[in-house]
């Protein structure tokens, strides 16, 4: 069944419950929606297409709406082939449709498809009628690609906003924010967020000022749900994601080999409730898969992260989150960190050098226990780490 969003404007997008891996990195628990859309009008346009293999439920959905009638413009917003492989045989069923998209859209196209003829190259701000509709163009670059745009109707005050207001999660037929159950999107939200856009915070707070003065009543975005009664909460977390705002609460991330350090992981995190945390989050790298763990850390201000010396070096999976936080730029977090060794104590040094990398600095002392820990009070100085990170975070409040 085809969903109208509003008079003349249809879903045509399909869920992928099948695959396990987005990007064949992060996980699927409750699926991803394609997401793509029909401006029935006198010229008919589509708005991106979906991924190849669900081609068929597609194409359906597009004859649906169309009938016989021909697909007159594909608007392409992002060439990523989860949006866009499906183009080719969109061209071999729709010979004669002419495709929209920036200079460096169309220089994509002709990359991944070979597809060069019949294509409309449009600059930032300018506009097509296609009948009672009008399209705008927005060029918003680097949201998550460099050749991303965002299409604005006017007369509908609706937005087609590209991977822009996004989130993971499948949509199981109804797809308009006020007709679903929103409890699972929030939080896939941040992931979708952190794991994919992440390190693109100054684009994305770009684009949001550059549409946010339209009057707009929809936003589709092309995962997720279309956002219509949510579009202020939609807006403000991905305003407050792009400028790494994090909420009050403590990410507590330990890597262990044998124990120790997660022991001193449970203290931290217990002392930090009892000084009035009320959001505080523990994470095992070894357990917890790195897209969510990049969540919480998007979500929350505060971050903690344990780590025994591994081989002369840093406990290999906490390297690999501590590369993951660089390569997204996260910002003003209050950080504290702890860990152990059994003859050389290197995790320590590593992780105050990754603050001062990230121009966090350290709050409070660093624990570093030795072997087991004899002799040294370690729970009263894991506790003193955890009272200043919080005293730190209610100063910042």
């Not at 991303?148 to 996004?166: C, N, R, V």
């Not at 936003?219 to 009664?229: E, L």
């Amino acid at each position: 069944m085809v969903n109208e969003i509003v008079n003349g404007v249809f879903y045509v997008g399909v869920d992928d419950r099948q695959t396990r891996l987005f990007e064949n990195l992060w996980p699927l628990p409750s699926g991803v929606s394609y997401n793509s859309y029909i401006i029935k009008d006198c010229k008919n346009v589509l708005v991106d297409t979906v991924e190849h293999a669900y081609g068929e439920e597609f194409f359906g959905k597009v004859r649906e709406v169309l009938g016989d009638s021909p697909v007159d413009y594909l608007v392409i917003n992002h060439m990523e082939p989860d949006h866009s492989s499906s183009i080719t045989e969109l061209k071999r069923r729709y010979p004669d449709v002419k495709i929209i998209g920036n200079a460096k859209t169309l220089a994509m196209l002709d990359g991944f498809y070979a597809i060069s003829d019949n294509v409309v190259e449009v600059k930032d701000g300018e506009s097509l009628s296609v009948g009672e509709n009008t399209l705008t163009f927005h060029l918003t670059p680097m949201v998550h690609w460099p050749e991303t745009q965002m299409t604005y109707i006017p007369e509908k005050k609706l937005l087609f906003s590209g991977d822009a207001f996004g989130t993971f999660g499948a949509l199981g037929g109804k797809v308009v924010d006020e007709d679903v159950d929103m409890s699972q999107y929030w939080d896939e939200m941040y992931r979708y967020y952190s794991n994919i856009v992440g390190k693109y915070g100054m684009p994305v707070e770009k684009a949001i000022a550059k549409v946010g003065g339209f009057p707009i009543e929809y936003i589709c975005s092309t995962h997720g749900p279309v956002w219509k009664k949510h579009i202020p909460e939609v807006v403000e977390v991905y305003s407050r994601m792009s400028r790494y705002e994090g909420e009050c609460g403590v990410v507590v991330v330990y890597g262990s080999m044998y124990g120790h350090t997660a022991g001193m992981a449970r203290t931290i995190a217990g002392a930090l409730a009892e000084a009035g945390i009320k959001n505080v989050v523990l994470h095992d790298v070894s357990d917890s898969d790195m897209s969510f763990i990049l969540r919480d850390i998007f979500k929350y201000r505060g971050l903690i992260i344990g780590a025994p010396t591994y081989s002369g070096d840093i406990f290999p999976k906490v390297e690999s989150l501590l590369a993951q936080i660089t390569l997204r730029g996260v910002k003003d977090r209050v950080f504290g960190c702890f860990g152990s060794f059994s003859w050389a104590g290197v995790a320590v040094k590593r992780l105050t050098a990754f603050a001062e990398h990230m121009k966090w600095g350290v709050t409070g002392t660093p624990v570093e226990m030795k072997q087991g820990g004899t002799g040294a009070d370690i729970p009263s100085a894991c506790k003193a780490l955890a009272l200043s990170v919080a005293e730190a975070l209610n100063s910042k409040q």
